[in-house]
Nanobody, 122 residues
Framework: QVQLVESGGGLVQAGGSLRLSCVAS????????VGWFRQAPGKEREFVAA????????YYADSVKGRFTISRDNAKNTVYLQMNSLKPEDTAVYYC???????????????WGQGTQVTVSS
């Protein structure tokens, strides 16, 4: 298992950008798939993006395609979520999750961080 800590959330105006970071402990993090999820008040948690341990494999929810980019720096044990052209409907708590299998993490399982709040004002 790995322990995950998210950061980078905050308040931004619509059209703005934020970059979230997910820092992991553990020497084998480079062999983990990592996903970002979000949960808005009163709504179910939803998948946002995922990246495999092999750089180049990425998945995105339709709602964020073309606006969000997931990337990783294994030397820093960090996965990033660059969020551009933010909309008020992107407001949520964002969580990262990790598992050796990208299929497992994309399904919403694995080790989870505590979340970081993103608020987009109109």
């Amino acid at each position: 298992q790995v322990q995950l800590v998210e950061s980078g959330g905050g308040l931004v105006q619509a059209g703005g950008s934020l970059r979230l970071s997910c820092v992991a402990s553990g020497r084998t993090f480079s062999r983990y798939g990592v996903g970002w999820f979000r949960q808005a008040p009163g709504k179910e948690r939803e998948f946002v993006a995922a990246i495999g341990w092999s750089i180049g494999i990425t998945y995105y929810a339709d709602s964020v395609k073309g606006r969000f980019t997931i990337s990783r720096d294994n030397a820093k044990n960090t996965v990033y979520l660059q969020m551009n052209s933010l909309k008020p409907e992107d407001t949520a708590v964002y969580y990262c999750a990790a598992d050796p299998s990208i299929a497992v993490v994309s399904a919403g399982h694995g080790s989870w961080g505590q979340g970081t709040q993103v608020t987009v004002s109109s």
